[in-house]
């Protein structure tokens, strides 16, 4: 009789075991489904919270130049819409995009690799020099929200 009831308890305790590794299971499936769902409406596009920089002229010149040919596809202070990725994101800090990238994408476009919005035309109404004023808005901007070169 004594046996029997250690027995039960036994077996409650692991059913109970059982149940704390499942609710954590769960719970961390949810957690990472709100992060991601956070960053990332059902088209799979992203937008960012930009805040705002203290530009340089150059780069005053840069955001006149990106509103009139960048801002419909990568949004307002390049924070992203639903037709291009936000620029002032970690994936394009200066280690991973050089400068280079900028003037190439420009230039020549870019195929779809990092997102999900298909590719970018190439903007040739846009020359290197103003491009290079691009750039200084968007490294102004991006360094203001903490992102800076890293080595890949
Ligand atoms: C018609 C929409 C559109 C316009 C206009 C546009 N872009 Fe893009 N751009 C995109 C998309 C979409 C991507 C993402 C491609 C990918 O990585 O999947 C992109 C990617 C980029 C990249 C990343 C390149 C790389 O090597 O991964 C840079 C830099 C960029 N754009 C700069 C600009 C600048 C500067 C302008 C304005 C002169 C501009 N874009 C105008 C849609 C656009």
Known sequence: MKKR??????KKRQRMMVLAVVAWIVFGALAALAI?????????????QVTPAA???????????FEANCRAC??????GTALG?????????PGHHSDEAFYLAVAT?????????????????????????????????????GIVAKSY
């Open 109 to 145: 476009g870019v195929r779809q690799h990092h997102w999900p919005y298909g590719d970018m035309p190439a903007q040739s109404q846009v020359s290197r020099a103003e491009v290079g004023q691009i750039i200084r808005y968007i490294r102004e901007l991006q360094e203001a929200n």
């Open 5 to 10: 009831n250690r027995l039960r308890a036994m």
């Open 74 to 79: 990568h949004g307002p202070s390049a924070a």
């Open 55 to 65: 530009l340089s002229r150059e780069a005053e010149a840069g955001e006149a130049l």
């Open 85 to 93: 990725p936000p620029l002032i994101h970690d994936i394009y800090n």
């Open 36 to 48: 991601v769902a956070r960053e990332t409406d059902e088209s799979g596009s992203v937008t960012v």
